[in-house]
């Protein structure tokens, strides 16, 4: 035998795996910055912006660039590609395959614009457009239900879209981004906008007469879960620091465009609203998640932040804004602080809170920006105006995003306990020419349907459990007499399945095996109402929790109806599952 010393060994020239192609990575360097002289680029929290970036430039994500990312960060290219696939928005191009083409069209269709003609639509433009030149594809809920059907040409929103409109759009390539006015910060400042945060920090506010004023107005989450904001500013407050703020506005809910509406007209509101809670808590910072579907509003913050930062009224990188890529559950809190951490956006378990370990391992305290909006205005115009507004005994003020079967679909500022039939008639301008209320949505597609019958119901926080229903973001969609039930249903579920991301079973494959018994022309009550159960108490978070709220809704209301609308109803059927 000969000894280790003398046997012969091969050496590689590389390292195991494949390599990085080094002009690319140069390339990189020269998109991003610098790594080796700005390590900060290499934060693992950065993957996501960096993702956009290279999706921006190039319009896709090849591979080859994704290597080069991971070795330009340092992270492992599973990681890479398992964040970079996740996300509706980007687009991974694996070896050998073709790259999408140069212009993307996104069809909504989400309800509203399933009601105002999105199939048709999305069909019409397949057939019209070269798919050499267009690709045409399908999107959920884009936050314009007000303008339904609606319509991406690009990162270009196109309302109340026809086919002339949107192949004149294409062929002329005249895609320019939507314009926003805006107030800016000279115009807020001369209505007394930032004299609350400048109170706060010259010592003429305190944290604890802000708490106390929240909890008089009886402001909650506004974003859906209506959580008390005075409690959760004390749970993050009592945490050891350091502490941070995010912001979300990842209103992906069908139907909900509130969000949008206030960010497009008055960001410094909401954004006082945010450094004052981010003084409040002590917090290092404040993230705005937003969501990618909002390019418009992305420009208008970045603008804005700006100007404050010019005027010293925040300091360079405590406002962060970060993009999301299209996922609807990244609107779930967990999921919002697992994508700002440059992650897939999967909820996690709890306990612990967010409000206790939340972004980067510190307590975070997560607002919704319509709570945040109303935060100076409080403070300015006093509690009464706010806590003193409110019908059939409920308190407060709320924005209702109103959309299908209206004659004025929009966001309307309404008392708290208003009716559907009175936000209809006095906000609304009435139902649409030749429809009947037949029914509405008073949550979205997880708050459930009601019939024409409960229209008189209030419409707030803890007024619609009796019902099996609840307001979440007060996202109306209003049903008429010639809508078909079983569309209806299909259309919420599909967009549950579709957004599942996938951790749980319950959700992931209760959504699709709801949806394939949806599409039954027999729906067996027994099986349904099982199913149901399995992902309401099993589901990690409140997607899986609440899709079967529709279908759910639709077995206790319009139990009569479903028959006119060929589907049959029965209690048992041997083998449905």
């Known amino acids: 035998m000969t000894s280790d010393a003398s046997r012969s060994r091969r050496t590689r020239a590389t390292l195991k795996g494949r390599q990085t192609d080094p002009d690319l990575l140069e390339a990189l360097r020269r998109l991003l910055g610098d790594e080796r002289k700005h390590p900060e680029l290499r934060r693992r929290d950065l993957l996501i912006e960096h993702l956009h970036a290279i999706q921006d430039a190039n319009g896709h994500l090849a591979l080859d660039w994704l290597r080069a ?6 992270l492992p290219m599973a990681a890479v590609y398992e964040t970079a696939t996740f996300y509706a928005h980007f687009d991974v191009v694996h070896d050998g395959e073709a790259p999408p083409p140069a212009l993307t069209v996104r069809v909504c269709d989400s309800l509203s614009c399933e009601l105002a003609g999105a199939e048709r639509l999305a069909e019409a433009l397949s057939s019209g457009l070269d798919p050499e030149q267009v690709r045409v594809t399908r999107a959920p809920c884009m936050g314009r239900c007000d303008l339904a059907p609606v319509v991406e040409v ?33 115009e807020y400042r001369r209505e007394g906008g930032y004299e609350l945060l400048r109170g706060c920090r010259e010592g003429q506010v305190t944290a604890d007469e802000l708490t106390s004023m929240l909890e008089r107005a009886g402001l909650r989450g506004l974003g859906g879960a209506g959580f008390p904001t005075h409690r959760k500013w004390q749970s993050v407050r009592a945490e050891p620091g350091p502490r941070w703020c995010a912001v979300n506005a990842d209103e992906g809910e069908p139907g909900t465009f509130k969000d949008r509406y206030y960010l497009e007209r008055a960001p410094h509101q909401m954004l006082e609203g945010a450094l004052v809670a981010c003084w409040a808590v002590e917090a290092e910072g404040v993230y705005i998640y937003l969501r990618d579907e909002y390019p418009g509003v992305h420009r208008v913050l970045i603008e804005a932040i700006e100007e404050l930062e010019d005027a010293g009224i925040a300091q360079p990188g405590q406002l962060i804004l970060r993009r999301g890529a299209g996922a609807y559950i990244c609107g779930e809190e967990s999921a919002m602080i697992e994508s700002l951490e440059g992650k897939p956006g999967k909820p996690r378990h709890r306990p612990p809170l967010v409000a206790h370990k939340g972004l980067f391992g510190r307590p975070t305290l997560v607002n919704n920006v319509e709570t945040l909006y109303w935060i100076p205005v409080l403070w300015r115009e006093g509690v009464a105006m706010y806590a003193g507004q409110g019908r059939r005994e409920r308190s407060g003020l709320r924005s209702f995003s109103l959309s299908g079967r209206v004659r004025r679909p929009g966001v309307y500022l309404a008392p708290a306990g208003i009716s ?21 949505l008073p949550g979205g597609a997880s708050g459930g349907i009601l019939p024409a019958a409960k229209a008189d119901i209030a419409l707030d926080f803890d007024t619609l459990q009796a019902e099996g229903c609840f307001i979440g973001s007060a996202a109306v969609i209003v049903l008429s007499d010639q809508d078909d039930l079983r569309a209806v249903a ?29 599409e039954r022309d027999q729906w067996v ?3 349904l109402e099982r199913l149901s159960r399995v992902m309401q108490d099993a589901s990690i978070c409140g997607l899986g929790q609440a899709a079967p709220n529709p279908v759910l809704s639709l077995l206790r209301h319009f139990r009569d109806d479903l028959g006119r609308h060929d589907i049959i109803v029965t209690d048992t059927a041997e083998g449905a599952c």
Not at 69 to 74: C, D, G, I
């Open 69 to 74: 990312l991971a070795s330009y960060m340092t």
């Open 525 to 527: 009550v027994e099986d």
């Open 490 to 518: 299909t259309n919420l579920l599909a967009f549950f399945a579709d957004e599942s991301c996938g951790q749980c079973t319950p959700c992931r494959v209760g959504s699709e095996k709801m949806l394939s018994l949806l």
């Open 154 to 186: 690009g990162h270009h929103h196109l309302g109340h879209a026809t086919p002339q409109a949107v192949e004149v759009l294409v062929e002329t390539g005249k895609i320019h981004p939507e314009a926003v006015l805006w107030q800016h910060l000279d």
């Open 420 to 440: 559907l039939r009175e936000l209809v008639d006095e906000y609304g301008g009435g139902m649409a020419p030749g429809h009947q209320l037949a029914g509405y």
